[in-house]
């Protein structure tokens, strides 16, 4: 398939800037009106959470969501914001590199110029072996150029720590081994969710042929911290989803208890949330 990328192009020429000049926040988009509310509060790039998206969609995380109803979710995401997108594809919605194809080129039609592809076959695990991954993230990296967006930027989730795979003293040598081997089948970073000891992540910066990104989380080490260890991307997740509903939670059962109004205080003007959509 080819489409016409003429504007994404430009987009995931922008957005390879951000991940290799400076340290990249990104706090993660499940619907448009995350996706607007967080640009508008001025971040230079979009990710989305697969976790928020199908919460919003009525499933549980985990692939669990359907390509399709991924790609529509993220369409919006793109058509809500002037920058940059990325989309979280989770497992690539089926384990043979022709399914991660498919997904890429979906995702490359509805506007995105990178992805997120994780190394897990399921929650918990088990992981994809090196060379079955990287098979995955070549196909991925064919459909990108097959579909004339060769900037489309890749990263590699790799899901050792966050799972806990293998013997404690011997999870950084494996993501190691994964991040070598990723890079050579054409990812651009490397993306370790659940590793926030500076000391590993230090040494991780320090050896990995590809950016890290890593995953921030409350009560963890904050963006100075995570950027003096080396890391070059620092998403949160579904964090910011969690604080949503966390809120809509709080404001509900106080007036439906006290009937009280006091947890909308500080809320976003109608008016102002509601300018973001007059495109």
């Not at 194809?101 to 506007?111: C, D, L």
């Not at 293998?166 to 070598?180: Q, S």
């Not at 080396?230 to 809120?247: D, E, P």
Request: proline share 4%; net charge negative; with cysteine.
């Amino acid at each position: 398939m080819s489409v016409d990328t003429t504007s994404s192009t430009a987009a995931a020429r922008l957005f390879r800037g951000l991940s290799t000049e400076s340290v990249l926040v990104l706090p993660n988009a499940w619907d448009a009106a995350s996706a607007a509310v967080i640009a508008a509060a001025g971040a230079p790039a979009i990710a989305t959470t697969s976790g928020g998206v199908s919460w919003s969609l009525g499933r549980g995380d985990g692939q669990r969501l359907g390509r399709d109803e991924m790609v529509e979710a993220a369409r919006r995401i793109v058509n809500s914001v002037d920058v940059p997108v990325t989309v979280d594809v989770e497992g690539g919605y089926g384990p043979a590199p022709a399914d991660v194809a498919a997904t890429v080129r979906a995702v490359i039609e509805a506007g995105a110029v990178g992805v997120n592809l994780e190394d897990s076959t399921a929650v918990g695990g088990p992981l994809y072996d090196i060379a079955e991954q990287g098979a995955r993230l070549r196909a991925a990296r064919d459909a990108a150029a097959a579909a004339d967006l060769q900037e489309l930027f890749v990263n590699a989730r790799t899901d050792v720590f966050l799972f806990g795979i293998g013997a404690p003293d011997g999870r950084l040598d494996e993501v190691l081994a994964r991040t070598a081997a990723y890079a050579e089948a054409g990812a651009d970073g490397i993306f370790v969710p659940g590793l926030l000891d500076l000391d590993v992540l230090s040494t991780l910066c320090a050896e990995s042929p590809l950016p890290v990104n890593a995953m921030a989380v409350a009560g963890g080490p904050g963006v100075t911290e995570l950027a003096q260890a080396g890391v070059r991307r620092i998403s949160l997740g579904t964090a910011l989803a969690q604080a949503a509903y966390t809120a809509a939670r709080r404001a509900a059962a106080e007036l439906l208890g006290t009937g009280g109004l006091t947890a909308l205080d500080g809320s976003l003007d109608f008016g102002e949330l509601d300018a973001l959509f007059r495109r």
